[in-house]
């Protein structure tokens, strides 16, 4: 029993000391190809390589550009797109009230209506990137996506007979430029009275351009009384300690005036108790919701606020907004950053600066952002194998274990039919480490003790399942010899990590087996004692 | 089959024989033994209601200028009870007055410290964190890794507000409805229904991560995660030991006040945790109907006294400071819809953990602006400087016994607030 858990202790890591040829000094310690394509793979799709592709890659290393050419076109690294993108502009937010599953929207159940709402400006930027456009078009193209959802809600053109999300049009005369005509977006960054949109104007600066001007202190303090909207007027133009942020954000904040600034259940249920018309009733606010009305578009003139402007630059409306937004050289730099920072969970200060200058350079050269996350995972600085282990966000660890075991965690309740392991209003995401897009906002990549009660939780769900579709192990089996192969087998699919019946990880799963079965006197239940700890062990949970 | 005993005791291996190497990624400094409970109120509040009234100031609106019905001898003030300066109005907010006339002797109460901007996220961070990168770690977080630290949660979220920084190993959470609650009940109800019951399995589970952690360690010496991972399953192990003890401390209700401020207790009066963030549950962000105030702030100083009563009687208050504090204020005139937009300034309370209470800090003019102070003293001063979030921020770490210069390098730590 013991020998091969000393040997598990002294195994080397998984690496390479690279060196050039003219010196005998260690320039970098670089993963070795295998777990080069294990970390690569799941950075891009959340999911383990196969077996048959380690091999191919253990054979040749130079085979992992092609395979990542094929795991960019797979509908998992779709996902990873939208998680990406969700968690850089904190579109989750399913703690927070949500336009209500009643009147038009009743035959849906809240947790599809909450989805739809939030994910078709995910799906939007998805569908963008897949099909190989410009990422310019995230902020410009001419067209939105629609579900059944959203053409109640909205009154977006959908065809039922047609896909589930099909290319629509705004039919209230908004002008089409991307994410900035989402309702589901300016909804999320809703604004107030008081706010005037500059919630979503500081939003854009620090999504698209990575320069938040609400994360500036006051240079001094401000002299002036804000509901005094003549003086407010004056010392954002004057005062000091206005004028460093609002000089900024106050012209982009008009181009947001046709939007409604919030609208709220409640809003929704008062139009419709008035019955949907004028005077009573607010008929804008039933669905679908008139979330664009032109004629506000001036309204910023009754403040005596700016028009809209580009940092200096005078506009007129939201496409052209998107276009000076992707012509600012902060957008290529930001999308960049921002794509490194999340595939490799480390902080942007921390990016090599060849390697950013470079990839910078790449793609403001045609904003191919599938180019761009290809050369990122293919980089040296993703090899480098003396980063910190990378720890499974909780939406890919929820994507690999779906993978092995054939089904996801879902609770059907009152709410709908909620997934657990991503989402936290009444799953646990935020528990598992990662965020919910309203208060929580940093993903946690160490393990803490709730993280893994929370992941053990979703790892026992996923054992079960796996145990009871037979897709990762046959629980029947009790042969040492036929285990062993089948545990190796389970640990190479799970760990992405080559592993034959002798590795020293299969000796720590058989160790556990025979435990557990000593414990049940139940194969099935030594089995899924066994998948749980592997689906919690460190090399499943890292990468 | 073995019995459970034997399972039990089998199960340790080579790797994981002797103590793991827990804390060694703790941060270093003085070692503190005070505990926290933040008491986060959210939205920001109007002090002009409770503990910087402007009554009779007419360019700063106030509970005097709410809308009627007024009761019978219904009487807006303000008064000076143990140091403090109170708005008092029996009838509106008798609990606010009863909170300074029963721990305003304990009260350390500050005013006039700038938080740099306006809006609520960024102010947040400001003042959890003292600064603007949501990356560093929060003050709760801070004490929760502390070297000497031996609760099991470390510091434990209930808001779902904090920024655990690099101290993610020691920072738990419970969830936006406290989901840990039916985790910690496996096989009863919600998320805990189809959960192993058998301790035993859950052991035999825990062993196979230490082993496989340890091996790690000696795998890759200079990696933290698996130091970690061996930190955590131990401190998984300390709480599921008691889960059924530390369940039953949950049922509670997520959105009501008391029910907050009572488990934080709890978790710090029990051992569990040496920090607590928690969220009052009231909603401060008046920009409509600025008179809510008045209840709300009713409603919260009823529930802090309430807390501070039940410390009191556990033992707990003399080592824990409770901090009190909403992300900024609100302006100084009614707006069009009768409510208050924000205003950069900070006014919190600080009580218990070795404050030096009955005293106020800091001061606002008659336009709400703050005045200078003496940083190192807390006391007012022409010649002095208007103190800053950075600088309050830095001076509760102080006063926790936290090594001040390895988290906020170069900031002036706002003294006053102990003895010392």
């Known amino acids: 029993m013991w020998i091969p858990l000393l040997l598990a202790c002294q195994a080397d890591p998984p690496s390479e000391v690279v060196t050039d040829d003219t010196s005998t000094a260690p320039q970098a310690v670089r993963l070795d190809a295998v777990a080069r394509a294990s970390r690569v793979s799941v950075a891009l799709r959340g999911e383990r390589p196969s077996p048959a592709e380690l091999e191919q890659v253990a054979d040749d290393p130079a085979e992992l550009d092609d395979l990542v050419d094929a795991w960019l076109q797979t509908d998992a690294f779709g996902e990873t797109v939208r998680d990406l993108h969700a968690y850089h502009l904190w579109m989750r937010a399913d703690t927070r009230p949500q336009w209500p599953n009643r009147y038009e929207l009743e035959r849906f159940t809240q947790q599809e209506v909450t989805h739809s709402f939030q994910e078709a400006p995910l799906l939007f930027v998805e569908h963008v990137v897949r099909s190989g456009a410009p990422y310019t078009d995230i902020l410009t193209a001419d067209y939105t996506l629609a579900d059944e959802v959203l053409s109640v809600m909205e009154g977006l053109p959908f065809d039922p007979d047609g896909p589930t999300w099909q290319v629509s049009h705004h039919v209230d005369g908004r002008p089409q430029s991307g994410l900035l005509s989402s309702t589901g977006l300016w909804q999320r960054w809703y604004t107030n009275n008081s706010g005037k949109h500059r919630n979503r104007a500081n939003m854009l600066s620090r999504a698209f351009l990575c320069a938040e001007i609400g994360a500036f202190d006051m240079p001094v303090f401000p002299t002036v009384e804000p509901t005094d909207n003549a003086a407010t007027a004056d010392a954002l133009r004057n005062d000091p300690a206005c004028v460093a942020c609002h000089q900024n954000l106050d012209p982009l904040a008009a181009y947001f005036w046709p939007y409604e600034i919030n609208i709220i259940g409640i809003t929704i249920d008062r139009a419709v108790e008035k019955g949907c018309g004028d005077p009573e009733g607010n008929p804008d606010h039933c669905y679908p919701i008139r979330y664009w009305n032109a004629s506000r578009a001036n309204l910023y003139q009754a403040y005596d606020l700016p028009p809209p402007g580009y940092y200096g630059e005078p506009g007129t409306d939201l496409t052209d907004l998107g276009r000076s937004l992707v012509d600012d050289p902060r957008f290529a730099s930001c999308t960049v950053d921002t794509a490194w920072a999340y595939l490799t969970q480390q902080p942007v200060e921390d990016f090599p600066e060849d390697l950013r200058t470079s990839l910078i350079d790449e793609f403001s050269d045609g904003f191919d952002y599938q180019r761009l996350v290809r050369s990122m995972v293919l980089s040296d600085a993703m090899a480098d194998a003396t980063l910190e282990p990378l720890q499974m966000r909780p939406e890919a660890y929820s994507r690999l274990l779906t993978s092995l075991s054939g089904a996801t965690w879902v609770e059907s309740i009152d709410y709908g039919d909620v997934p657990v392991p991503t989402t936290s209003k009444y799953g646990l995401r935020d528990l598992s480490g990662g965020v919910d897009h309203d208060a929580v906002l940093t993903p946690n990549f160490s393990p803490s003790p709730t993280m893994l009660l929370s992941r053990d939780a979703v790892a026992q769900h996923a054992a079960a399942a796996a145990v009871a579709n037979r897709t990762l192990v046959d629980p029947r089996v009790t042969d040492p010899t036929v285990a062993r192969l089948q545990l190796a087998e389970a640990a190479t699919r799970t760990t992405g990590q080559q592993v034959d019946p002798h590795h020293p990880l299969v000796d720590e799963l058989w160790w556990l087996h025979e435990q557990a079965l000593a414990l049940t006197g139940d194969p099935e239940e030594a089995w899924r004692i066994t998948l749980r700890a592997l689906f919690l062990d460190p090399s499943t949970l890292t990468y | ?420």
């Open chain 2, 1 to 420: 089959m073995l019995s459970r005993r034997q399972l039990l005791w089998s199960g340790a291996g080579l790797c994981t024989l002797g103590a793991l190497p827990r804390g060694i990624a703790r941060a270093s400094g003085t070692a503190s033994r005070k505990r926290l409970i933040y008491v986060y109120a959210h939205g920001a509040w109007d002090p002009t209601y409770t503990f910087d009234p402007k009554l009779g100031n007419p360019d700063i609106h106030g509970p005097e200028d709410d809308p009627g019905p007024r009761e019978p001898g219904e009487v807006e003030s303000m008064e000076t009870i143990h140091g403090h300066r109170v708005a008092v109005n029996e009838v509106q907010r008798p609990q606010v007055l009863r909170f300074f006339e029963d721990w305003g002797p304990q009260v350390l109460s500050i005013v006039g410290v700038t938080i740099g901007g306006i809006a609520h996220y960024p102010n947040r961070l400001r003042l959890l964190t003292g600064g603007t990168d949501r990356s560093k770690p929060d003050l709760v977080s801070i004490l929760g890794h502390h070297t000497e630290v031996t609760e099991p949660f470390g510091a434990i979220d209930l808001s779902g507000w904090a920024f655990h920084g690099a101290y993610g190993t020691t920072t738990s959470r419970a969830g936006a409805n406290w989901q840990l609650r039916t985790l910690l009940r496996p096989g009863e109800e919600g998320l805990g229904k189809n959960l192993a019951t058998d301790p035993v399995e859950d052991h035999l589970v825990e062993e196979y991560l230490r082993r496989r952690a340890q091996a790690r360690t000696v795998e890759a010496p200079l990696e933290r995660w698996p130091v970690d991972l061996s930190d955590a399953i131990d401190r998984l192990e300390q709480l599921r030991q008691h889960r059924t003890e530390l369940a039953t401390l949950f049922d509670r209700a997520p959105g009501r006040a008391d029910d907050n401020l009572d488990l934080a207790v709890d978790l710090i009066a029990g051992g569990w945790a040496r920090s607590v963030l928690v969220d009052s549950q009231y909603y401060f962000d008046t920009h409509d109907n600025n008179s809510d105030q008045s209840g709300i702030n009713d409603n919260l100083f009823g529930s802090l006294g309430r807390m501070l009563t039940r410390m009191r009687d556990l033992g707990i208050l003399d080592d824990t400071l409770v901090v009190v504090s909403s992300e900024m204020t609100r302006s100084l005139q009614l707006n069009r819809t009768n409510g208050k937009d924000h205003w950069p300034l900070l006014a919190t309370l600080l009580v218990g953990g070795g404050t030096v209470g009955g005293r106020r800090l800091g001061q606002t003019d008659d336009r709400q602006s703050p005045e200078p102070v003496n940083l190192v003293t807390g006391a007012l001063d022409a010649n002095g400087e208007i103190p800053a979030y950075n600088n309050l921020y830095a001076g509760i770490l102080d006063h926790l016994g936290i090594d001040v210069e390895a988290h906020m390098p170069g900031v002036v730590p706002l003294g006053g607030i102990g003895s010392g």
